[in-house]
């Protein structure tokens, strides 16, 4: 049953997903979560750092969608100056936003990961749609209320998975 939650792969943070990293499991597109992924929930644009990670991507030939449950305004104002297509109000972890993205990728689900750093809307609407599937630990330890109680059942989860040994970090990140 837990299963639904196990993600991949489980990285520190969005910077240890590099081409590199991308290539060797034969990904050509990401589709990322935006709040506390790429950036914390209340930062309104991308830091250098982020816009940097997205040129490294595209300069690697590989494609990116943002998916948010967020509403348009905030997901516009962060895609819109780098240029990346993105989907609002995604109501993950419904798959339709998904397949949507997908389609936005022109690529097939074996070619496309999802990244994100809730396990009860990333990664289970990702493994639903039969991605592959990447944790990253949020960027901020703070949330919006409405995914503080998402984090407990969270917690709960990730508890159960570390006793029985089944979260494994991606080779790339630098460790805990
Ligand atoms: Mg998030």
Known sequence: MLKAFLPND???NIYAITPEYLKERN???VITDLDNTLVEWDRPLATPEIENWFKKMKDHG???VIVSNNKEKRV???ARPLQIPFVFKARKPLRRSFHRALSMLKLSKEEVVVIGDQLLTDILGGNRSGFHTILVVPVASSDE???KFNRKVERIILNKFAKKGLLKWGESSSGK
């Open 62 to 64: 590989i494609n990116i």
């Open 76 to 78: 516009y104002d962060f």
């Open 10 to 12: 489980y990285v520190k």
């Open 27 to 29: 990904i050509k597109g």
């Open 145 to 147: 209320w409405v995914t």
